[in-house]
């Protein structure tokens, strides 16, 4: 079936932002491997990733968010579909005044220890050897040394699939509103729980049918209220 862009397209353009067709994967993977992608562009702002979220949305484009691409291993064939590059203001560290660092998806895991060391900041020491970004590392719940993500994320802001704002609610706010979520391919019930600002303990509690945390099924609703 053949993809259409036009809406996609048309959204980059208007946003001045360029858009390569075919740009091999090879150039933006660690392992230095993959084919072409359909689509291929680099997002700054918020603005934008949302803008393009929503065009590929309009047309049920698939696409893939990406960051560092360590560990990413993709076809020679390429990627039906676009690729976001998380750029600009996504790679953006900063220190907040409770003593918090906030950290962009697209900011890699060296970069925020390096920032916590100058700021002498503790507790991010597990992750200077781990390659990637701070998305995929609390999306995974990166960790080594004893030390996992789930030990120092605070608090997640992220994005629907239709570009609308999530995450970093809290339980209650939640509850309130009688959410469920659909579990997508590799989800953790933890990151799950992290995007709607509650605690794991809390998540499992409103799901008696997970009996194992470590085993939940694509496509399975889960309570997050």
Not at 175 to 191: M, P
Not at 202 to 207: D, H
Request: hydrophobic residues 40%; charged residues 20%; glycine residues 14%.
């Amino acid at each position: 079936m053949e993809l259409c862009y036009t809406p996609f397209d048309q959204a980059a353009q208007a946003l001045g932002i360029p858009v390569a067709v075919g740009e091999p994967m090879s150039r933006h993977t660690t392992f230095q491997i993959g084919g072409p992608a359909d689509r291929f562009a680099a997002v700054e702002t918020l603005p934008q990733l949302k803008a393009l979220l929503q065009a590929l949305e309009s047309q049920g484009l698939p696409y893939l968010v990406l960051g560092k691409g360590s560990n990413l291993l993709v076809s020679d064939k390429g990627i039906r579909g676009a690729v976001l590059l998380l750029s600009g203001e996504f790679k953006a560290v900063t220190l907040l005044e409770d003593g918090l660092v906030r950290a962009g998806a697209g900011a890699s895991l060296a970069s925020v220890c390096r920032f916590a060391q100058e700021h002498s900041l503790t507790g991010l020491e597990f992750a200077w050897g781990i390659p990637g970004s701070v998305g995929g590392a609390a999306y995974m719940d990166a960790g080594a040394y004893g030390g996992e993500m789930k030990d120092v994320v605070e608090r997640v802001r992220h994005l629907t699939p239709a570009g609308e704002e999530g995450g970093g609610g809290t339980a209650a706010g939640n509850a309130a509103a009688g959410k469920t979520h659909t579990v997508r391919q590799g989800e953790t019930l933890w990151g799950i729980a992290q995007n709607y600002g509650l605690e794991l303990t809390e998540l499992i509690r409103l799901n008696p049918q997970i009996k194992n945390p470590n085993l939940i099924v694509v496509g399975e609703k889960v309570r997050v209220a």
